[in-house]
């Protein structure tokens, strides 16, 4: 009997002697599907790391679970065929489990850092209920990937059924964009990124690279992607209040005039605040006025110094981030254009819940006459629209110097970000790639951004640009582009210089 005659269960049937059935007559159907579902995996794969613990939900077969190479992959599906078909398949695969369970019914003694549902919630009898359960295996970190049908591809479904490519289909719910975001956010899950993807389930030489990995970005095309993806997380719980301690990173080349401004203006935050100078290779006495500095304060922060051993603000940066002690890492650039008197609204997010990655935007509130040059202003726009675009989230500011998230979270970026090579001599965007791929909820919080009082800005708006345009280009082929099918691409000849 060919795939085309094969016949369903009855309308009156369960829905899970449809999924048994699907079971033992889904090869054919599955092998017209293969690019559509390698699409699918890659995305995935952009989501979640390797060595994670991930848990699925409505797994079927385990291909999936089984591609995200997990430390602990959890497959859950109430059809016994599908997950006897799934434990035969990765016998050998010791990562892996496989239990036949409803999707409401998550264990509720362990938790995972990423859930799945993957063309799952249209089935569901109470999709706000499956929701609202996942909780249980959830911490402050886990992310939610959901994935579903873009309706206006419907018909099209309909006619893929009659032909043979896909198999008979249940009644399913019509879930829009927006309705998915509803009950997400009615069960205390925030949508921390949405995008329509594949343009083109097939798996054809440059056509499918071009549709899957530029035009279906493209205004008014991506409308038009098959499926939609959401990421969402737990809605922040806010830190118990004064528990977390803060430190503020503050890397300084040619800033002697601001040294001891800075200690008087940064506050204390939390449960205690430590500053600590990171001199970059001063042609002034930068560094004699650090020491001097440092050695006469009294007051309420802890103060510490160092020089950095490279060059480059990132070198300064993630030479400050790796001695800190504090549970929040902060970086305020010594020309302090961008107030100190501005860290606690960044700490305020942080510490409350609301923000994960909070992101310093000058480009909010009126800036002094001298604050930003007209040809900076421009750039730090175009950069920002662009980055939003990378990002998936929006940032109207990409450049400010002021950005502030968990140390734990710093160390998960830095894992996050290996594969991409030493790329960004400033360091904004190794922090927002790394946040935005991690699924981090990036806020801005906006600064007043004033005149300098002391010195010249160490940034050439050129040179640097140049590099900035650069790295723009590389987050659109590797964050952008590298869940349909691209791979990282290490950017080792940007210097830090």
């Known amino acids: 009997m060919s795939e085309h005659t094969l016949v369903p269960p009855t309308a009156d049937s369960s829905l899970r002697s449809h999924f048994n059935f699907v079971a033992r007559h889904d090869e054919q159907a599955r092998r017209a599907q293969r690019g559509f579902h390698a699409q699918l995996q890659t995305h995935f794969r952009q989501q979640i790391s390797e060595g994670e613990r991930v848990l699925e939900v409505g797994c079927g077969a385990g291909d999936l679970l ?32 496989f239990r036949v369970a409803d999707a409401a019914a998550v264990p ?42 873009n309706t206006i591809w419907n018909p099209a479904l309909r006619l893929a059924v009659r032909t043979g490519r896909v198999m008979p289909q249940p009644e399913s719910a019509w879930l829009a964009d927006g309705d998915l975001a509803n009950l997400l956010e009615l069960t205390g899950w925030e949508v921390v990124r949405f995008e329509r993807q594949q343009l083109f389930p097939f798996e ?42 803060c430190s503020v990173i503050v890397p300084a080349r040619n ?33 004699a006025t650090i020491e001097r500095e440092v050695a006469a304060y009294t007051g309420p922060l ?48 942080i510490e409350s819940g609301v923000a994960e990655f909070a992101n310093g935007s000058r480009l909010v509130y009126p800036m002094e006459s001298e604050a ?10 175009f950069f920002a629209a662009a980055l939003s675009f990378v990002l998936g989230q929006p940032v109207k500011d990409s450049l400010c110097g002021t950005k502030m998230l968990l140390r734990s979270d710093y160390e998960r970026v830095l894992k996050r970000i290996a594969p991409f090579g030493d790329f960004d001599p400033f360091g904004d965007f190794n922090l927002l790639f790394g946040s935005s791929l991690l699924g981090l909820r990036i806020r801005d919080v906006p600064v007043r951004y004033k005149d300098r009082t002391y010195g010249e800005t160490n940034i050439s708006r050129f040179k640097h640009g140049w590099i900035l345009l650069r790295m723009t280009w590389f987050g659109i082929k590797n964050l952008r582009c590298f869940g349909a099918g691209a791979k990282p691409e290490a950017s080792s000849d940007i210097s830090h210089s």
């Open 204 to 245: 054809v030489p440059v056509l499918a690279p071009l549709l899957n990995r530029f035009c279906v970005r493209l205004p008014l095309v991506r409308h038009l992607g098959i499926t939609l993806c959401l990421t969402a997380r737990p809605r922040g719980a806010p830190a118990p209040a004064g528990t977390l301690s």
């Open 108 to 149: 509720a003694d362990e938790t995972f850092d990423h859930i799945v549902l993957d063309y799952l919630t249209g089935y569901l009898d109470d999709i706000q209920l499956v929701l609202e359960r996942l909780h249980q295996c959830a911490h402050p970190r886990t992310r939610l990937h959901l994935t579903s049908l």
């Open 302 to 349: 802890k103060v510490r110094a160092m020089k950095q051993p490279g060059k480059g603000k990132w070198d300064a940066v993630f030479a400050g981030f790796a001695v800190a002690t504090g549970d929040v890492l902060v970086i305020q650039d010594a020309d302090l254009t961008a107030p100190p008197e501005d860290l606690p609204k960044f700490f305020a997010a």
């Open 66 to 97: 089984a591609s995200l190479k997990p430390a602990r992959g959890l497959g859950l599906d109430f059809s016994p065929e599908m997950v006897e078909k799934a434990k035969k398949r990765y016998a050998s695969r010791p990562d892996l489990e």
């Open 372 to 381: 930003m040059r007209f040809l900076n202003l421009l750039g730090n726009k």
């Open 255 to 287: 800033e002697s005039g601001n040294i001891r401004p800075a200690l008087d203006r940064i506050p204390v935050m939390g449960a205690g605040t430590e500053v600590i100078f990171v001199e970059g290779n001063s042609k002034d006495d930068t560094w």
